[in-house]
């Protein structure tokens, strides 16, 4: 049984490469596409973007310029969380299919353990034993080895997926706007959120400050969701 790590990388922002910088030319082109409205192109200089975001966006709350810049997430989370993530319906997305992939020949599954305690799963949010973890991976086992009989004796990979449980790891890539990365954010980094969820989405949102100053810096994690729903956007 191959048990991976839940995670989420931020691959890149509007079409670019994920070079030093790359955020930040991100800014200068939401400027630039917020300036054409009152033609003050001419203003523009090495850094105003960072005056001009603080002002238009954050201060007078104009939030539609930033849905002109994009970034697409690489996901590997299990099949539940990816069930919660395909919710969000203005994201574009590509999901691996278990209808095509036949784990038997193409690769063997992987799966993502839900317990706290395990040092890949740090903020799952239930206590891990050896109880627990062994009939946790049992079950799982007993699944794999179901998924594989049925593809040894002929049986389609979409009909064999039926025994694969929950757990199975996927890959899902998740492209959207900004406006509406800052609203997923925003709803998936909350108390209320699914634990696994949160497992991907905090380190992520620290990606998203990273790379995108200004538009994200106000969200915390594990915060109470009525509350970051008070949050612009």
């Given amino acids: 049984m191959n048990i991976v790590p839940a995670s989420a990388r931020l691959m890149r922002i509007n079409g670019r490469p994920g070079t030093e910088g790359y955020g930040v030319d991100a800014l200068r082109a939401i400027e630039f596409v917020g300036r054409i409205?009152?033609?003050?192109?001419d203003a523009i200089t090495h850094d105003s973007h960072l005056r001009f975001i603080q002002a238009v966006v954050l201060g007078h709350g104009d939030w539609s310029i930033v849905e002109h810049c994009s970034a697409t997430v690489d996901f590997t989370v299990d099949r539940g969380i990816t069930h919660e993530i395909v919710r969000h319906r203005l994201f574009s997305y590509i999901q691996e299919?278990?209808?095509f992939v036949n784990y038997e020949k193409k690769m063997p599954?992987?799966?993502?353990?839900?317990?706290d305690g395990n040092p890949n799963s740090p903020l799952t949010g239930d206590s891990i034993n050896n109880d627990r973890l062994a009939f946790w991976r049992a079950a799982v086992a007993t699944s794999e080895a179901s998924y594989r009989d049925l593809i040894n004796i002929g049986v389609a990979p979409q009909i064999a997926r039926s025994v694969l449980p929950n757990a199975l790891a996927s890959r899902i890539l998740m492209t959207g706007n900004f406006r509406s990365w800052r609203h997923f954010l925003?709803?998936?980094?909350t108390k209320e959120s699914?634990?696994?969820m949160?497992?991907?989405t905090i380190p992520l949102l620290a990606q998203f400050k990273e790379c995108i100053p200004l538009l994200f810096?106000?969200?915390e994690p594990n915060q109470h969701q009525a509350a970051n729903m008070r949050l612009p956007r």
């Fill in 37 to 41: 409205s009152h033609r003050s192109e």
């Fill in 97 to 99: 299919s278990t209808r």
């Fill in 109 to 115: 599954p992987s799966f993502i353990c839900p317990f």
């Fill in 186 to 189: 925003i709803m998936r980094t």
């Fill in 194 to 196: 699914h634990p696994q």
């Fill in 198 to 200: 949160r497992e991907v």
């Fill in 217 to 219: 810096d106000d969200i």
